[in-house]
């Protein structure tokens, strides 16, 4: 049977511990065994995907706030080692360090390096442009995913979703320095990030073969920490107290976000929840426009239209060629 890329890798792979009353964590995660296990609730999964990509929005706002002040490696050292603490404790919760069983050890290394330079490209390109900018140009990663998974060999592409790239790629000319802010390094910044993020999630998808989730996103967390740790020593700038609360909460916000994402996942069907994550783009513009005066121009919304229909395409290529699988399996 033909496993798809976009289906299986809709759903993040990281989680993190949620600091909420304790008598909802135990429902959400089932963490207490007198707790019966909950039924999935498409409106909650709905509600939880519209909650997680505002907070993702948000903290999208704050790099590009933190980066006026802050160099890129601090900003991605405290939000990787700050979601360290949440990740550890949910481990714990869930079933402790036979979790943290390391395979492929080499791999996990190489994901934890490319995790940080899509972070450290894609916070590079909130800092030079706008978000809206930025935000559009991201949304072409499912579309970079079929070329890498083609290129990987692992996966052989169907021909509706090389028509989903090209026109995808045709959005993002459309956009090339679309509000008149924005500069070619930042779209070299914003694609370069993006195409990292792409195959950070297909060497996700092949460590999940070996180890669990939490595994896999606990040791990038704490990999990339601890290859961006020395640099701090070459450009730290000290923060104020209100700063440092900054640097910490996008860390602690991250993990939260990331929590509500897997949780929606269990609740709805990755077909209901995909179209909602579009709404990031809206978030992208209102954010930029209150926060930093960024007023998006006719080219970045007919380019980002042309990016969100092309990844609505392939994604329901995607799915149908699953569920023609489930119907009719190989024999």
Not at 84 to 95: C, H, I, M, N, Q
Not at 99 to 111: A, D, E, F, K, Y
């Amino acid at each position: 049977m033909r496993s798809n890329f976009l289906t299986t890798l809709s759903c993040p792979q990281s989680l993190a511990a949620v600091w909420i009353n304790q008598s909802w964590c135990n429902v959400l995660l089932n963490l207490n065994p007198s707790v019966v296990a909950t039924a999935p609730n498409p409106r909650l999964g709905v509600a939880l995907t519209v909650l997680g990509i505002a907070l993702f929005s948000l903290l999208n706002g704050l790099v590009k706030e933190l980066a006026e002040v802050f160099p890129t490696n601090q900003i991605i050292f405290f939000r990787n080692a700050f979601a360290l603490p949440l990740l550890l404790a949910l481990v714990f919760l869930r079933g402790g360090m036979p979790l943290l069983r390391i395979g492929r050890p080499g791999l996990q290394v190489i994901l934890a390096v490319v995790s940080a330079a899509a972070l450290f490209l894609t916070f590079e390109a909130f800092a030079i442009m706008p978000l809206a900018d930025a935000t559009a140009i991201s949304f072409s990663k499912p579309l970079i995913v079929i070329v890498l998974a083609g290129l990987w060999g692992r996966e052989k592409p169907l021909r509706g979703e090389w028509v989903a790239v090209i026109f995808g790629m045709i959005g993002i000319a459309i956009m090339i320095e679309p509000t008149g802010q924005g500069t070619g390094l930042g779209v070299a910044f914003a694609l370069g990030g993006t195409a990292l993020a792409a195959l950070g999630m297909i060497l996700q998808r092949e460590m999940s073969a070996y180890v669990t989730s939490l595994s896999i996103t606990f040791y990038m967390l704490l990999v990339s920490s601890l290859f961006i740790a020395p640099t701090l020593a070459v450009s730290w700038v000290q923060p104020t107290v209100s700063q440092g609360a900054w640097l910490v909460g996008q860390g602690v916000v991250s993990g939260i976000a990331q929590f509500l994402m897997v949780r929606a996942f269990f609740h709805a069907r990755a077909s209901v929840i995909a179209p909602i994550s579009y709404s990031g783009m809206l978030w992208a513009i209102i954010i930029g426009f209150v926060w930093f005066g960024d007023v998006p121009s006719l080219r970045v919304l007919l380019g980002t239209g042309v990016i969100l229909l092309t990844t609505a395409f392939a994604f329901k290529i995607a799915s149908n060629t699953v569920k023609r699988s489930a119907v009719n399996p190989p024999t």
